[in-house]
Nanobody, 125 residues
Framework: QVQLVESGGGSVQAGGSLRLSCAAS????????MGWFRQAPGKEREGGSA???????RYADSVKGRFIISKDNVKNTLYLQMNSLKPEDTAMYYC???????????????????WGWGTQVTVSS
């Protein structure tokens, strides 16, 4: 059974940083593509970043240059380092994994195979 458990969310002032973690069980992150999505209140869930199983990252324009996606294959954990946070980054952040064909690389919610429960990030101005 695949489980993705996020942690590291919280409240921070604009310009601050947070680091999210996603611990995976029943799933090998070294062999699969994964990503981070987010959903702001009243908005649709959107893809922010993806990490190819070879280690290559991809970012949406909204987070490019500020967020860094990475992983630790030994710990089987995905990370998201968020810097220069803005109030518009306030959202529930979800870890996402695909079913083996790297569909999550598309950053489309329809292509995600597994979701975590989410962790809340709130950025105040």
């Amino acid at each position: 059974q695949v489980q993705l458990v996020e942690s590291g969310g919280g409240s921070v002032q604009a310009g601050g940083s947070l680091r999210l973690s996603c611990a995976a069980s029943g799933y090998s992150i070294s062999r699969n593509c994964m990503g981070w999505f987010r959903q702001a209140p009243g908005k649709e869930r959107e893809g922010g970043s993806a990490l190819h199983f070879n280690g290559s990252p991809r970012y949406a324009d909204s987070v490019k240059g500020r967020f860094i996606i990475s992983k630790d294959n030994v710990k089987n954990t995905l990370y998201l380092q968020m810097n220069s946070l803005k109030p518009e980054d306030t959202a529930m952040y979800y870890c996402a994994a695909d079913r083996g064909w790297c569909q999550v690389w598309s950053l489309r919610t329809a292509d995600v195979g597994y979701w975590g429960w989410g962790t809340q990030v709130t950025v105040s101005s």
